[in-house]
Every structure is written in structure tokens, then in C-alpha cells.
């Protein structure tokens, strides 16, 4: 089978870092995507890593180890505004390319 | 950035009738667009992957006479819901790659709200 799994909940205070994990068993792998959903919002792409390594964008990073199907995204200087919804993904190939999505970690920043 | 679009933003419809739904990529093509369902608080679920021109590609478990789909252009995709139920009601959103052989980053539409009455 195919899964990705991540914490349900993570709080956090204006101005931390926070790091949210993602373990995955999947078939087919190619890399590891992350995306940020707010509430009632469409999700939108945060970082990709296809090797095994940090990915840094700004105040976001993604780290990727394929020897431990393991990933994170780190968030830095957290704002109000980060709090949302954050999923990895997996990309992979079997007969099409294809994302999977995991279980989804919900990110609270507090004053 | 790319720009996709779904219609309508919201539905409500009566149990036993068909909804249709309409995934456009605004300023660019998209040979490929896939189209997910999101339960509240919940992650993804990939549906199906919609391919211009051919015949779209299920996932298992997804009914494909209950879920129509067809990429009849480069910038449009849509989803047919037919015979809806109150079990059919949740979010649906499309998402297409930001490029070819860019799959990994997708832009998603901003989703359509789907409640059977």
C-alpha cells in the first residue's frame, strides 16, 4: 500500500521555528512536495525536493531522506498568517505520474 | 503565477440529479489535470488524472460511470457528478502541473462545494 503519514496538530508561538514531519510508503517514489491549505482555500505549492538534502524558500525549508522515507518542512520567523493547514505529498509513478497526499498537519500560531 | 479556475464555487442540488463541474487553466495549457476530493479536515483523495484527449485514468475504488470526466481542450477539464447522493457531497478541487514534466508542482483551483440534498 501507499501512505504518508504527518502529526494531526501542531501549536506554535509568532516568531518560532516549527518543524512538521512526514514519514511515507509508497511505491514508485519520485519526491516529496509540500503545500499550505488554508481554511476554504485552494492549497498552494511550497517546496519540492526530488534528492535527499535541504530545500530552502525564504522562511520555509524541506529536508528529505530517502534511505528513511522521511521529510520535513521548517517553518521559520512564524507569522499569524502561517497558520493553516499543511500536507506532504508524495509524487510517484506507476502507470501515470501522480500525487499522493498525506493525512494533513494543522498549524496553529498563537501570539 | 498560473491561474487555474473552477465553476461554480459552490452547488446545491436535489438527490438524482447530475452536477457538473469545470476546471480551467487560465494562461497556460494543461495536457494533464487531476481532479481531487477533500472530506472537512481532511487530506486529498486523488479521484482520477484527466488527459486531453484520451480517456481519463481512475483511481481504485472511484467509480468511473458516477464520475464523468473530459479534457476536450487544452484548458479544460470537467467532472461530472451523475446521479449525485447526499454521500457525494464534499469538496472537489482540480489541480493542473505548473508544467510539463512538472508534475510535482501543481496550481489547484480554488475548489467546488458540492451539497446533495
Known amino acids: 500500500g501507499q501512505s504518508l503519514e504527518q502529526p494531526s496538530e501542531v501549536t506554535a508561538v509568532e516568531g518560532a521555528i516549527v518543524q512538521i514531519n512526514c514519514t511515507y510508503q509508497?511505491?514508485?517514489?519520485?519526491?516529496l512536495s509540500w503545500y499550505q491549505q488554508h481554511d476554504g482555500g485552494a492549497p498552494t505549492f511550497l517546496s519540492y525536493?526530488?534528492?535527499?538534502g535541504l530545500e530552502e524558500t525564504g522562511r520555509f525549508s524541506s529536508f528529505l531522506s530517502r534511505s528513511d522515507s522521511y521529510g520535513y518542512l521548517l517553518l521559520q520567523e512564524l507569522q499569524m498568517k502561517d497558520s493553516a493547514s499543511y500536507f506532504c505529498?508524495?509524487?510517484?509513478?506507476?502507470?501515470?505520474?501522480?500525487?499522493?497526499f498525506g493525512s494533513g498537519t494543522r498549524l496553529l500560531v498563537r501570539p | 503565477g498560473a491561474v487555474v479556475s473552477q465553476h461554480p464555487s459552490w452547488v446545491i442540488c436535489k438527490s438524482g440529479t447530475s452536477v457538473k463541474i469545470e476546471c480551467r487553466s487560465l494562461?497556460?495549457?494543461?495536457?494533464?489535470m487531476f481532479w481531487y476530493r477533500q472530506f472537512p479536515k481532511q487530506s486529498l483523495m486523488l479521484m482520477a488524472t484527466?488527459?486531453?484527449?484520451?480517456?481519463?485514468?481512475?483511481e481504485q475504488g472511484v467509480e468511473k460511470d458516477k464520475f464523468l470526466i473530459n479534457h476536450a481542450s487544452l484548458t479544460l477539464s470537467t467532472l461530472t457528478v451523475t446521479s449525485a447522493h447526499p454521500e457525494d457531497s464534499s469538496f472537489y478541487i482540480c489541480?493542473?502541473?505548473?508544467?510539463?514534466?512538472?508534475?510535482?508542482?501543481?496550481?489547484f483551483g480554488p475548489g467546488t462545494r458540492l451539497t446533495v440534498l
Open positions: 509508497t511505491s514508485g517514489f519520485y519526491g
Open positions: 525536493n526530488a534528492l535527499d
Open positions: 505529498a508524495a509524487a510517484r509513478m506507476d502507470s501515470s505520474y501522480k500525487l499522493i
Open positions: 489541480s493542473a502541473p505548473r508544467a510539463s514534466g512538472s508534475y510535482n508542482e501543481q496550481f
Open positions: 484527466s488527459n486531453e484527449g484520451s480517456k481519463a485514468t481512475y
Open positions: 494562461d497556460f495549457q494543461a495536457t494533464t
